[in-house]
């Protein structure tokens, strides 16, 4: 059987278009990751200025820089092998990338599984365990769980668990004698923000969790497109990689 030189050379353009699109994908990929291990760096070694501006809010920055800095290496890491093992075409270097991404991929579907799986009982906790942290321990003197709840209340502009009946006989109740926290006020600083008014042009009467389920579900298209497009760059990662890798057998 003769050779197609044609067919040879359209092959060829092919392995080459894969590869360099492994190249610049994954150079891409290393940037973002070092970007991100800066981001978290600055963040941690300047907690200096985070403490001073945050207070005690600065601890969720140094929590995220570490987050940060572990994601950071992981592209990072990821980056090199598939940018460096497709340009100097080094099966070894694509053949650990292609592992990574498997069992990165795998343990996504893994964890959606688990979590369709434990929807119910996870949403039974997160319930039991929201209200109870309103009842039992917001101003109960630790002081962050006050924070954590006065910021979600101003952030979604919402009042208790499910409302603010849920503060009636509360830590928070007992100790001050009113029936809401002032994140709860449309208007904290007018004088009818008092604790004790309940008329709805002066508090919220929606519950955070209502609120952030719809929060949820407003962005839940965004969400889904980019685990959409995570999932399909991952799927075609590990495609070229073992075409790649393949082709250089």
Known sequence: ME?????????????????????????????????????????????????????????????????????????????????????????????????????????EIAAAVVVLAFADVADSIVKDKGLQSIKGTYYDGTGLVDESWDAIMKKFTCCGFYGYEDFINSTFSVKTGLKYPKPCCKNPVLSDCNGLTTSDQVIYKKGCFPAILEEVKRNSMTLGITAAVVTGWELSSIIVALVLFVKLG
């Open 3 to 107: 050779n197609n030189p044609a067919a040879g050379s359209r092959l060829h353009n092919i392995y080459a278009f894969l590869k360099y699109t492994m190249i610049l994908v994954n150079g891409v990929i290393f940037l973002c990751g070092s970007v991100l291990i800066g981001l978290g760096l600055w963040i941690k070694y300047g907690s200096d200025s985070f403490v001073k501006t945050l207070g005690s809010h600065s601890a969720y920055f140094l929590n995220v820089s570490l987050f940060c800095i572990a994601a950071g290496i992981i592209m990072c890491i990821l980056g090199f092998l598939g940018c460096y093992g497709a340009h100097k075409e080094k099966r070894h270097l694509l053949l650990i990338f292609l592992l990574i991404m498997l069992v990165l991929f795998i343990c």
